[in-house]
């Protein structure tokens, strides 16, 4: 679900539970404010009012992780690319290819993560990404030691290799978890019943609505962080794609050794 169609469907339906609860106040008679219908009806309120806050604190602290994780892993993932392309440096010349194709994959992954969320743009890049990759790996694999020094790196490469593998999917987001729709229309129901006893014993006038649409716009606004921070990598609250964007910079500077000439 997009975050700014979740915001607008919790203000929408809670405005139009508010104008329904003044419209059914309305018709009552006074006796609706009566202490013992207040007290009654209090009680219920407040039992919804606390489950609601403490879901939707729930859901804003699992989010805040998800998109401080994602932040992470970009980092250290952008680590791995650098650490990889300074042993195919150590290599030596024979490497000098897979430096092409470890470059060719860094820019696909930027291309593949940092989506405006169109599926159908981002499918070419998921498979360009994936097949780079793996041309990467096998290359890594083809590698031919010719003395202990490229052996050891070598061996450090392959190891390198598999890790980009394994991570490739929790970078990219494809591994992450979105927040459940069924928990935000439960925390929705629950507000909109709030504000339909609110809309019942409100008083009419411009001070009270005020007040009411800010706090509708605050509860909007937390469910927009939430549903926004569960998908880091898209929307205006995204994580920034600068790490491996810089290292790619220092990787096309860097030029590859020359082989000797004979």
């Not at 407040?46 to 989010?63: E, F, W």
């Not at 593949?112 to 793996?134: H, I, N, P, R, Y």
Request: a neutral charge.
């Amino acid at each position: 679900m997009n975050a700014w169609v979740a915001a607008g469907v919790a203000f929408v339906t809670m405005a139009v539970t508010m104008a329904a609860g003044m419209a059914i106040g309305s018709r009552l008679s006074d006796s609706r404010y009566e202490d013992g219908s207040v007290k009654n009806l209090r009680t219920s309120v407040a039992i919804i009012a606390t489950m609601s806050s403490l879901l939707l604190g729930l859901m804003v602290n699992s989010a805040r992780y998800n998109f401080s994780d994602a932040y992470s892993d970009v980092q250290k993932y952008a680590a791995v690319l650098q650490i990889t392309d300074l042993n195919l440096l150590s290599f030596g010349a024979p490497a000098c290819p897979l430096r092409g194709d470890l470059q060719a994959y860094a820019r696909q992954l930027v291309a593949e993560t940092w989506t405006t969320g169109e599926d159908e743009a981002s499918g070419s890049a998921q498979v360009s990404a994936l097949t780079a990759l793996l041309r990467f790996d096998a290359g890594v694999r083809n590698l031919k030691s010719e003395t202990a020094d490229q052996q050891d790196v070598r061996g450090t490469l392959l190891a390198l290799s598999r890790q980009l593998v394994e991570y490739r999917w929790k970078v990219t987001g494809v591994a992450r978890t979105t927040t459940p729709a069924g928990f935000i229309f439960v925390v929705i129901c629950w507000f909109a019943l709030i504000f339909l006893y609110s809309g019942v014993f409100a008083p009419r006038n411009a001070l009270v609505l005020t007040g009411h649409a800010l706090g509708m716009i605050g509860i909007s606004a937390a469910i927009f962080l939430v549903m926004e921070m569960g998908q880091p990598f898209t929307g205006p609250i995204k994580v920034s794609p600068a790490p491996v964007e810089r290292l790619l910079q220092r990787m096309q500077a860097q030029t590859c050794p020359t082989p000797p000439q004979g």
